[in-house]
């Protein structure tokens, strides 16, 4: 059905979409066409098209309105955008399409030819009242500017709200983004810094979270008189659980421990150092109490049962202390004296703690220095020999001179043997400082012998280790024949304990140089077991009693100690002269002491009273 | 400190993204302004990038309601860009509610949108995840919460791998996605193929996508068919996407020049 133009336009019954023929689709296929392409639309042609007819409809409605009402034209424009035609390709189109060909395709033109007015007239689309009233076409004309005018305000307006929501859309999603990506990125690095931070087996803070915390106690401020305490805890034991248990049974051990100890621990950090070495930092100490009772806390924690592998478990820890006011110490200072310490307390029977003591440290320092230095003072020549006269007690004669080893020290002055032989055994360099001592002493007596005929013979005292050596009757012989001494001007010392333990090998040395003339004497004799039996096999020719026995004699001879040490010592003299040896006695400081050993037959004294270690050239003096 | 792997990137949205450049084009205002600048350089090079970029989509929507029509019920979309007009919850919910669909995509903010697009769908969510690490895409518990592997799948990779260099073997990465599916599932993909274009268009084109987050890497057709290994195309094989079952016959006026190729394939 055509539509009359001239009826009046009925804005309740509007028409139907039948009511406008084939000119609809045309219009409508023509408008999709128009605005495919200007934005992505999520429809088929079809679709859009069916879409668009329905617009169609509804601007025509809107021309005939009765009044005519803005809000129509509004809509359809935000309708448009809400279908995403949104565009201002779109916009412009539509506008186009709707223009030409809306009112020819619905065969909606003006009936009747255009007015004067509406053909040349400057306010022909006024639509004004003025104008000379506007015949039906003028009003259509008039009603389409409007019209078009309400749409493109209506899609404006919705194209505009729909791109301010967009961007605000996106810059939430960009917003978020970010949020999210920053605090993962925090999270992570709190993950990287717990893990950088953290013993991955325990979870308790490790070596490098305890050094910042440690640092951090000095940074703060170490003048003020605060005062910090460590406990250097180390199981006891561990490795042997490792090794019967198994590493996993270890760790799960380890595990328990830790948690054990940061319970034990209370506030104080706790942090595993590596292995089975944990260390609990305690802040802010006012005396060393205060780190004792965590000690002893941490003690017990470690002390109660685990279960480990279905298996009951007991362990103990060692724990090495220290306590000290913060300023004057590092933290380095501090690990290090807790370490050693630790070191004591498992020396000294584990299971406990050991506090750190200052002196101590500097003894085990200085021996430690002197053990270090030794090698290059016998290269530098620092060592030197003394020689103690010893003397006949039936003639007063200078039989021979023992030699005794000094260290002149270049800070400490001059050592004595007793502060550096123990050590030399302890390294190993007393291989070579003993052969040194011995190369000296032949040189020495073959001077004295050279210097007259009543040369005392040189005492060396060997050390177990040469003894022991493979290449010791090698090594007097070379002596003996370089300097072309007597073998008789040579003795050798060795103590009744070394003399007991010493293997057949050592014997078969001792017998060799026997043989070769040298004497051989037990020195300190009477402080080991005294066993005589070994003295008939063993090629030796004299006895050098303890001065112990000898310290004896100086009281007055009525005491019944005194008495009772006289008797033992006539006893071992007559002895040993059974067994042909000759007897020394050590340590003579009186003249009383050395008439009561001539009195029981004492062959030869050696000690302050007979003369004090001396330098070789005081020696010549005797001769 | 160095940065560990497994911390994320942080966002920069000074650079251009391909996701929001392709937003441009569709006609949508999810983009800042390096975007649309990089877009408009685009167009100069391109001036049917618009054109191309909606024929695409239109192409994704066709191959999803071919795909709903065929009775799949899930897509694992990967990909899947800003949400925008058109996408493929909508589409596919639109003719069947019940279907699930789980969006992937690098960019953090388009994922960032999908999920605000999202809020309240039950049946669709996006996961951050990359193309290029198929494994953390199909054990993703989120992927594994909306997608049953043993049913059929519509795994949806369009415009996406030529953002994937050769070194990231393409191939092998469909070929691990498609060895997850059960079969009757679909594979719907398309890219950019460096077909129908003069040397000096590609040059212009690519040096755009230099600037952006995501250089570009076209492939010719057999490289894109290769993608479709294991796959039984369907009607009509791999053209370029205006050809592919089109709505109407005048869709697209050059379709020699429509840049993106692509297919539907089902698994056997
Ligand atoms: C051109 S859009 C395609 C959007 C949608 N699939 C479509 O065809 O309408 C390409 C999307 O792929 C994403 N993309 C690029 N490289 C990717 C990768 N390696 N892994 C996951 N998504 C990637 C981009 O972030 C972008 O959102």
């Known amino acids: 059905m055509i539509h009359d133009p001239d009826a009046k336009p009925d804005p309740v019954a509007a028409p139907g979409q039948d009511r406008y023929g084939p000119g609809l689709a045309v219009f409508a296929r023509a408008w999709a066409k128009a605005v495919t392409g200007t934005s992505y639309l999520p429809v088929t042609p079809a679709q859009l098209e069916e879409f668009l007819e329905g617009l169609t409809v509804r601007l025509v409605e809107a021309l005939h309105e009765e009044p005519f009402s803005l809000r129509r034209g509004y809509q359809i424009g935000s309708d448009l955008v809400a279908a995403h035609i949104a565009s201002a390709e779109g916009l412009g189109r539509t506008i186009e399409v ?43 004309r008039d009603r389409m500017a409007r019209l078009l005018g309400t749409v493109a305000i209506g899609y404006a307006r919705a194209l505009r709200d729909r791109t301010l929501d967009e961007q605000e859309s996106i810059r939430r999603a960009a917003m978020v983004a970010r949020e999210q990506a920053e605090h993962a990125l925090r999270e992570s690095e709190a993950r990287f810094r717990h893990q950088a931070t953290h013993d991955p087996l325990t979870d308790l803070p490790n070596r490098a979270l305890f050094a910042e915390r440690l640092a951090g106690v000095f940074e703060r401020d170490g003048r003020s008189g605060r005062r910090l305490g460590v406990c250097f805890v180390d199981l006891d034991g561990f490795k042997m659980v490792n090794d019967t248990l198994g590493h996993q049974a270890g760790d799960q051990l380890l595990v328990s421990v830790a948690r054990n100890l940061r319970r034990g621990a209370g506030e104080h950090l706790v942090a595993r150092m590596g292995g089975d070495e944990f260390v609990i930092l305690v802040e802010d100490t006012t005396c060393t109490d205060d780190v004792l009772k965590v000690a002893d806390a941490a003690l017990a924690a470690v002390n109660e049962p685990y279960v480990v592998d279905g298996q009951e478990l007991r362990v103990s820890a060692s724990i090495g202390i220290v306590e000290r006011p913060v300023a004057g110490t590092t933290p380095s200072d501090v690990m290090r004296a807790a370490n050693i310490t630790l070191h004591w307390a498992k020396s000294s029977g584990k299971s406990r703690w050991a506090l750190f003591d200052p002196e101590r440290n500097e003894r085990e320092l200085t021996r430690y220095a002197l053990s270090s230095a030794m090698p290059a003072a016998l290269e530098r020549g620092e060592f030197c020999l003394d020689y103690q006269p010893l003397v006949s007690l039936c003639d007063g004669r200078l039989l021979g001179v023992e030699a005794l080893v000094r260290w002149r020290h270049p800070q400490l002055g001059v050592l004595r043997p007793d502060r550096f032989i123990g050590l030399a055994e302890e390294t190993g360099l007393i291989v070579r400082l003993g052969s040194w001592v011995l190369a000296e002493a032949c040189r020495q007596a073959r001077r004295w012998v050279g ?30 024949r370089e300097h072309d001494l007597p073998p008789d001007r040579l003795q050798l010392e060795i103590t009744e304990s070394a003399m007991m333990n010493t293997a057949d090998e050592s014997v078969d040395n001792l017998r060799s140089l026997a043989d070769l003339g040298v004497r051989i004497a037990i020195d300190d004799f009477g402080t080991g077991y005294s066993n005589l039996s070994y003295l008939r096999t063993l090629p030796v020719c004299e006895l050098k009693v303890a001065g112990a026995f ?42 009383t002491q050395a008439d009561r050993l001539r009195a029981i037959g004492c062959d030869a004294a050696q000690g302050w009273h007979f003369g004090k270690p001396m330098p070789p050239s005081l020696v010549d003096a005797l001769l | 400190m160095r940065r560990p792997d497994w911390a994320p990137e942080t966002i920069d949205i000074d650079r251009p993204s391909a996701a929001r450049m392709y937003d441009y084009f569709l006609g949508g205002s999810h983009n800042f302004a390096v975007d649309r600048e990089a877009a408009q350089a685009m167009i100069a090079a391109v001036p049917e990038a618009p054109l191309i970029a909606q024929a695409n989509r239109a192409f994704l929507r066709r191959s999803v309601r071919f795909l709903v029509e065929a009775g799949v019920r899930q897509f694992l979309d990967i990909g899947s860009g800003i949400p925008t007009v058109g996408n493929v919850h909508e589409i596919a919910q639109a003719m069947a509610p019940e279907s699930t669909v789980v969006y992937v995509d690098i960019d953090p903010v388009a994922v960032g949108h999908s999920r605000e697009i999202l809020d309240g769908n039950e049946r669709a969510l996006a996961i951050r995840a990359d193309i290029r690490d198929p494994d953390r895409i199909l054990d993703h518990p989120d992927v594994l919460k909306l997608i049953d592997f043993g049913q059929p799948v519509a795994l949806m990779i369009v415009a996406v791998l030529h953002y994937v260099r050769d070194e990231d073997r393409p191939t092998d990465l469909v070929g ?35 600037r952006t987050d995501r250089p570009l890497h076209n492939r010719g057709r057999a490289e894109i068919t290769q993608l479709f290994d294991g796959f039984e195309l369907v009607e009509p094989g791999i053209v370029w996407v205006p050809e592919w079952r089109p709505d109407s016959s005048h869709a697209f006026e050059d379709v020699e020049r429509a840049i993106y190729i692509g297919g539907v394939g089902r698994l056997r």
């Not at chain 1, 007259?452 to 090698?474: D, T």
């Open chain 1, 451 to 480: 210097l007259s005929e009543k040369a005392p013979f040189v005492s060396v005292n060997l050390a177990v280790r040469q003894v022991r050596g493979p290449g010791l009757v090698k090594e007097v012989t070379g002596l003996l």
């Open chain 1, 550 to 591: 000898v310290e004896g004699l100086r009281a007055p001879a009525t005491e019944p100690a005194s008495v009772t040490d006289e008797r033992i010592l006539a006893t071992l003299v007559s002895l040993a002269h059974t067994l042909d040896l000759t007897v020394t006695a050590e340590g003579v400081e009186t003249a």
């Open chain 1, 98 to 140: 709707i223009e030409l060909r809306l009112l020819r395709d619905l065969g909606l033109s003006p009936a009747g030819p255009p007015t004067a007015a509406s053909a040349g007239s400057p306010d022909a689309t006024s639509g004004g009242p003025g104008s000379g009233g506007p015949g039906p076409g003028d009003d259509l």
């Open chain 2, 176 to 210: 691990r996605l498609r060895s997850a599916l059960a079969p009757g599932s679909y594979l719907a993909l398309s890219q950019a193929s460096g077909e129908g274009r003069s040397p000096a268009e590609w040059d212009e084109a690519s040096a755009v996508y230099k």
